[in-house]
């Protein structure tokens, strides 16, 4: 199975989103990892149908998605940013009528919605209104209403928005388990949200595609760049001026500072090596 989008641009009156957007996608997890505004959620969008581009085409294994229609609709599930849920239903009601919506018969929508209750660990609250739930609890039903057609493609846009670090820890091992012989498509300005489990990283900056490739090749980019030093307080302003800074601690009276520059900076500056974080403040931090 292969998604290939093809010089994808979306514009808004004078404005440039998506600024011809080439991918070619296979089974696996693809972290879109961007800054708010950088075009994620718009390419999220055309990718679902739900928004039509300006200009390009996307393909899966060869054919147009918008003149396959329904049959591309079978093989997709999707979790906005905000999820359509009604609030005064019961969470198992809630599921059996999007399985309805997506053409499955009354037997195997009460058969999947319990099955995937199960799967994000929300089966006790089957009886619990909508309303009642978490935020991270809301987040896992949006996973089991998109899973119920059993999709060969899963977008997530910004799924771990508004949790708690132990929710998302929880979704992550949920989308673990998800990503098996599925292409998967998760949007995210949260780096941590990436450990251990994305395929791909591909940075979307400013509308375009500025790296698209496994998480530890684009570190080995980062590689001799990443410096901690040590400061007075009163030197912060002209660092923050001259460097690219990511990370800013105080300890005993001074600042830690971490920053990017491809040479030593100061005496005392130390080497560190890049991590996930890094990859978000080097290509979205400010200079």
């Known amino acids: 199975m292969e998604l290939s989008i093809q010089s994808l641009s979306k514009s808004y009156k004078n404005q440039k989103v998506l600024d011809d957007v080439t991918l070619n996608l296979n089974p696996g997890v693809y972290s879109f990892l961007g800054a708010n505004g950088s075009g994620k959620t ?14 390009g085409s996307i393909y899966l294994d060869g054919k147009d998605i918008l003149s396959l229609g329904e049959k591309y609709r079978d093989v997709l599930g999707y979790v906005p940013q905000q999820v359509g849920y009604y609030p005064h239903m019961k969470v ?17 929508c009460k058969e999947k919605a319990e099955y995937w209750l199960k799967q994000v660990n929300l089966y006790d609250q089957r ?80 509308g375009k595609i500025e790296q698209l490739n496994r998480p530890e090749e684009i570190l080995k980019t980062l590689s001799g760049i990443v410096w ?12 923050e ?16 500072v971490r920053l ?11 080497s560190k090596t ?9 290509y979205f931090g400010e200079a």
Do not use: W
Request: net charge positive.
């Open 42 to 55: 718009t390419l999220m969008r055309i990718i679902a149908t739900v928004l039509k581009p300006t200009s």
């Open 127 to 206: 009886n619990k209104k909508i309303r009642k739930l978490s935020g991270g609890m809301k987040q896992r039903v949006g996973i089991a209403q998109a899973m119920l057609n059993d999709p060969k493609i899963l977008i997530l846009d910004e799924p771990t928005a508004g949790l708690d670090p132990k929710e998302r820890i929880r979704f992550r091992s949920i989308v673990a388990n998800l990503s098996i012989n599925r292409i998967v498509l998760y949007t995210t300005h949260i780096a941590s949200d990436l450990e251990g489990l994305t395929d791909y990283v591909c940075i979307l900056k400013q």
């Open 241 to 256: 001026s001259e460097y690219k800074v990511g990370a800013i601690e105080k300890t005993g009276g001074k600042v830690r």
């Open 274 to 282: 890049p991590t996930l974080e890094d990859i978000y403040l080097y």
């Open 228 to 239: 901690d030093v040590l400061v007075e307080p009163s030197e912060l302003e002209h660092i």
């Open 92 to 108: 198992h009601a809630f599921l059996e009528y999007v399985g309805t919506l997506k053409g499955l018969n009354k037997e195997k």
């Open 260 to 270: 990017y520059h491809e040479v030593k900076p100061f005496p005392n500056a130390e």
